[in-house]
């Protein structure tokens, strides 16, 4: 039996489990970068391999800002991964995205607060593009995937990210509309940056439970934001069953897996030892048998 799975899931709030995984087994994963918000489950979902982390522990135990984002990545990469949904659950800024409704989004601003959000430094300097934050590929084939399971799903948007753990003022929830911003959630930074230096194809299906605070006489209570959470993790569930098989059997065309090349500006003879140890899972391909 393999240790190894070509496709993963980052769970977020109120899924912290895969029913219907077969040949469960959990993998404590060491990284140069600490431990993983857990254990990773490895199973089988409709006969595909796959990996699942929930990115806030068993039971919910770490804040977005104590999530260790680069040791889970590191994990998933480690044990194969090349593609990773990531389900998430966040406020809607828009009248027209409804809670219950999914959105796959495809821009982020970044409003957090000193998160780490690079495996790189200390040696080693990488600048990877980013100005298409989630992979057009497998976005789209989670909307359609949602779509024709009779789910309402929104292609596109802007998921803007907060540090909280509070959720908005109202001050910042008219600010982020303002911005242009569609969904507001507190974990897509730094996981798709990380996602995209790590060269994995990485795309979201973001779970609107409210109106955050804009929308007078709807706004976020927490009674409402799990009722909520509750139905949108049983649709997810059924969105992972479907996209998961789906996903394996997808080409992949994007330039995600191409996400380093040209992107190392430190040559390999320049590069800290230790550094360029700890990153073999990520630039080796660049630097054996050149420094």
Not at 143 to 164: F, I, K
Not at 166 to 180: C, D, V
Not at 211 to 231: F, H, M, P, R, S
Request: proline share 4%; charged share 25%; glycine share 10%.
């Amino acid at each position: 039996m393999t240790e190894k799975a070509k496709i993963g899931v980052l769970g977020g709030s109120g899924l912290y489990e895969i029913p219907g995984l077969r040949n469960v087994r959990r993998v404590q994963v060491k990284t140069p970068f600490g431990e993983p918000s857990g254990a990773v489950t490895l199973g089988e979902l409709e006969g595909v391999d796959c990996a699942f982390l929930p990115r806030h522990g068993q039971g919910h135990v770490l804040l977005p800002s104590e999530i260790n984002a680069r040791a889970n990545i590191w994990a998933l990469k480690s044990l194969g991964v090349e593609r990773l949904i990531a389900v998430s659950a966040v406020g809607s800024l828009k009248e027209e995205l409804a809670p219950r409704h999914f959105v796959v989004p495809d821009q982020l601003i970044d409003r957090t607060k000193g998160r780490t959000s690079t495996f790189f430094g200390g040696g080693i300097v990488a600048h990877v593009t980013f100005d298409r934050p989630f992979c057009a590929e497998l976005s789209k084939l989670l909307c359609e995937t949602a779509g024709g399971l009779g789910l309402v799903a929104h292609s596109g948007g802007t998921y803007v990210c907060m540090e909280g753990p509070q959720f908005s003022s109202k001050a910042e929830s008219r600010l982020h509309r303002q911005l242009g911003a569609d969904i507001v959630g507190m974990t897509a930074i730094p996981e798709a940056k990380l996602a995209r230096e790590a060269e994995l194809c990485y795309a979201m299906a973001a779970l609107v439970t409210d109106y955050d605070c804009w929308k007078e006489g709807e706004e976020v209570n927490n009674e409402q934001v799990i009722q909520t959470l509750n139905a949108n993790v049983a649709n997810a569930i059924r969105l992972l069953a479907s996209a998961l098989p789906a996903a394996c059997a997808l080409p992949r065309r994007c330039r995600c897996a191409r996400a380093l090349e040209g992107a190392i500006f430190t040559s390999p003879r320049n590069m800290d030892r230790k550094a360029a140890k700890r990153l073999e899972l990520l630039i080796g391909r660049f630097t054996r048998g050149r420094r």
